[in-house]
């Protein structure tokens, strides 16, 4: 992963270059952007100066056309021609007023009769009357029958632009008349214009202007050439060459001249213009890098994080595998150790088993002892009968025999089936044979303790869940205990009942012992708590008789006999079917 120092490091760079490119842009952009402002500037003000030029030039030839055709028309009138009649009748006078007639009529600035040697006949206002030197080239182009044409100028109020022809008798030049056409209002519209509009004649002085300073002055001495070639500055202002056009009639130049200071504002505008937008783009440009690294710095973050979140749960998940691993493993070495408990429980069950069969050996042989002495008699008297040729006693002694074997052959199968190792299953077992076999196996020892075994069994077999041999061991082991209790007493008793239930059969196994004492009835299902001398009991049978009635899901109790006596009460979980199993 990209480090955030790495990210920083590049954003800097990114951004120096960026900067380096706008500088260059922006540079680039706003010389392009003035130069075109520029330029179009100067096109337009190019275009409007053309304009102005274009409708400036039209108005002056219109007026100079009209009185351009004033003295021709005028040379043929009779009342002129007559003015240089030799019998005209004071000619000055009658001139004088013709002239000041034309000139009120068509608003001339001067009418003036001339002799054909030049000599003045009359004048309106006597305005140009002493300048004889323009008046006679104005004549001599009357005296060659052309239309004169003169500027006149005596100084910058009085300017004017004559028109002169001849006046002709019979073809023969008898005198001239020239109109004098006024500018005054030609500059007064000019004046209207911001920019400067004049008129140049043939010597290049400033003739008609719309700037009075200017008037009759050089152009050269108010021009100053300026570096762009076809420009000119006058005052500060930029003259253009090509807008200036020659008026050929006249043989003077009108001049349009355009204030450079729009161009230069363009230029300053299409300058800032570009400079704005490069620093606009500029800035969009470097806030994106900047919201770039800020994203790539977040980018890293959220995967820092993430990496971390993903280390962790890593580190969560496998600490968890390995509390599961250890978990099992303990979980297994806790299923071996109750497995060899069980094998423990199972060994011990057998040893308290054997322990009790130890016990009984000595009342055991003694009931086996007892009907091998009796058959050995019964079978002696067999003999002594058969010798005799009685018959009818042997038969009876053999039967006696017959019976005395049944009954040994009974207490072998019994203390074979009690000495077999338990199994561990748990079925439905017929609980009746299990009290009478354990009677069968603790009769001997009752016997000789003289104490009187009293079982009413029920009609039903009453089954319950158990095993067949492990309930045999319960209830031996109770009776032997009511024996031992018993022992020494006349009148002993011990007797089994059982109450069957639907869910519960209960047998109470109860002698008219000493019992128990209080203080002892939870302490005699302890391991290894006994009241017996040494040798006589090891004190585990009622511990080992109580688990093996939980195993079963029932209980071991201890209550206290009608007489006195111990009650040990068995509750064991009654079984539907009848039919009892094998084990
Ligand atoms: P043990 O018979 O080896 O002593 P038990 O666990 O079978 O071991 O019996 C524990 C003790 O309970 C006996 O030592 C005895 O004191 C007492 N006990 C058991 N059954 C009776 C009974 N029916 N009457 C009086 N005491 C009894």
């Not at 280390?311 to 978990?327: G, P, Q, Y």
């Not at 076999?437 to 039903?460: I, Q, T």
Request: charged share 25%; with cysteine.
């Amino acid at each position: 992963m990209v480090s955030g120092a790495a990210i920083r490091r590049n954003t800097r760079r990114t951004r120096l270059a960026m900067v380096c490119l706008i500088c260059l842009f922006g540079v680039a952009a706003v010389f392009i952007s003035a130069g075109w402002w520029h330029q179009r500037a100067e096109e337009q003000l190019a275009n409007k100066a053309a304009e102005t030029l274009a409708v400036q030039a039209e108005a002056l030839s219109g007026i100079l056309d009209k009185y351009r055709l004033l003295p021709p028309l005028l040379s043929r009138e009779p009342s002129v021609t007559a003015l240089f009649q030799p019998d005209a009748v004071n000619p000055q006078e009658a001139a004088r007023r013709k002239a000041v007639e034309i000139a009120g009529m068509s608003g001339a600035k001067e009418v003036a009769f001339f002799h054909p040697d030049g000599r003045v006949l009359a004048t309106a206002s006597s305005l140009f009357s002493d300048n004889i030197d323009e008046q006679s080239r104005l004549l001599v182009a009357v005296q060659q029958g052309r239309l004169g044409r003169q500027t006149v100028s005596l100084d910058s109020e009085q300017r004017a632009y004559g028109f002169a022809f001849g006046i002709r008798d019979n073809n023969r030049l008898i005198g001239a008349i020239a109109v004098y056409v006024d500018f005054d209002p030609v500059e007064a519209t000019w004046s209207l214009s911001d920019n400067p509009i004049f008129v140049t004649d043939r010597l290049g002085t400033v003739f008609l202007t719309n700037r009075p300073q200017w008037r009759l002055k050089p152009l050269s001495q108010l021009m100053t050439q300026s570096g762009a070639p076809g420009h000119y500055m006058v005052d500060g202002k930029i003259l253009h060459s090509d807008l200036t056009r020659d008026l050929p009639l006249l043989d003077w130049q009108l001049h349009v001249l355009s204030d450079e200071r729009p161009m230069r504002t363009a230029w300053w505008t299409g300058a800032t213009i570009a400079a704005l937008v490069s620093a606009l783009l500029g800035g969009i440009a470097l806030f994106m890098v900047q919201r770039r690294e800020a994203h790539q710095l977040r980018m890293r973050r959220d995967r820092a994080s993430a990496l971390r979140l993903e280390r962790l749960v890593r580190e969560r998940t496998r600490a968890l595998s390995d509390t599961n691993i250890s978990l099992s493993r303990e979980v297994d070495e806790r299923r071996i150790a109750e497995e060899q408990l069980r094998l423990a429980q199972a060994e011990l069950v057998q040893a308290a088993k054997l322990a009790a069969l130890g016990q009984m050996s000595a009342a055991l042989s003694h009931e086996f002892n007892q009907p091998l002495t009796a058959i050995r008699t019964y079978a002696d008297n067999a003999v002594r009968f058969l010798e005799k040729g009685r018959s009818d006693s042997v038969t009876d002694n053999l039967t006696r025999i017959n019976g005395l074997v049944e009954r040994m052959a009974g207490l072998s199968r019994s203390l074979l089936s009690f000495s077999r190792k338990p199994g561990t299953t748990i079925k439905s077992v017929p609980l009746v044979p299990i009290i009478d076999e354990a009677l069968m196996l603790a009769r001997p020892g009752a016997k000789k303790a003289g104490v009187a075994l009293n079982f009413k069994p029920v009609e039903s077999p009453c089954a319950v869940f158990g095993g067949q041999i492990r309930l045999s061991q319960v209830f031996v082991n109770l009776i032997n205990n009511g024996v031992d209790a018993l022992a020494g007493r006349e009148d002993g008793e011990l007797s089994i009942c059982i109450q069957p239930g639907t869910n519960e059969t209960i047998v109470r196994v109860v002698d008219n012992g000493p019992g128990i004492p209080p203080d002892q009835k939870i302490s005699i299902f302890e391991p290894f708590f006994t009241t017996k001398d040494v040798g006589s009991g090891i004190g585990i049978g009622l511990s080992i008789a109580s688990s093996i009635v939980r195993d079963f899901g029932g209980s071991l109790e201890v209550e206290d006999g009608v007489d006195g006596g111990a009650c040990f009460v068995v509750r064991l979980k009654s079984a539907q079917e009848t039919k009892a199993a094998a084990e």
